[in-house]
């Protein structure tokens, strides 16, 4: 089992930025491939970024690539989402989540793996 805690959520203006962050617990870290995602109001979950268990690769959405960075630290567990002008659209909960493939995390997640409780982020006009 592998534990996720995701942290630093809340209220931004447009056009600012935001860091969230994801704290793992459980089996060992480094196993593991991670990826955020966000569910806004109405919509389904949908892919935010992801990077390889050593780091070694990260990949984006489109709506999000230039604007966020996802990066991580296997010697903290911990895994973090950098995101930067910010508009009313990136309004959602933020999920993280670990998955031992990188593509299926890409895909969509598993919906049966590993995620945090999510995190909203409000973004005001």
């Known amino acids: 089992q592998v534990q996720l805690v995701e942290s630093g959520g809340g209220l931004v203006q447009a056009g600012g930025s935001l860091r969230l962050s994801c704290a793992a617990s459980?089996?060992?870290?480094?196993?593991?491939?991670m990826g955020w995602f966000r569910q806004a109001p109405g919509k389904e979950r949908e892919f935010v970024a992801a990077?390889?268990?050593?780091?070694?690769?990260?990949y984006y959405a489109d709506a999000v690539k230039g604007r966020c960075t996802i990066s991580r630290d296997n010697a903290k567990n911990t895994v973090w989402l950098q995101m930067n002008s910010l508009t009313p659209e990136d309004t959602a909960v933020y999920y993280c989540?670990?998955?031992?493939?990188?593509?299926?995390?890409?895909?969509?997640?598993?919906?049966?793996?590993?995620w945090g409780q999510g995190n909203q982020v409000p973004v005001s006009s």
């Open positions: 459980g089996r060992t870290f480094s196993n593991y491939n």
């Open positions: 989540n670990a998955d031992g493939y990188v593509k299926t995390i890409v895909d969509g997640g598993d919906p049966h793996g590993y």
């Open positions: 990077i390889k268990r050593r780091g070694g690769g990260t």
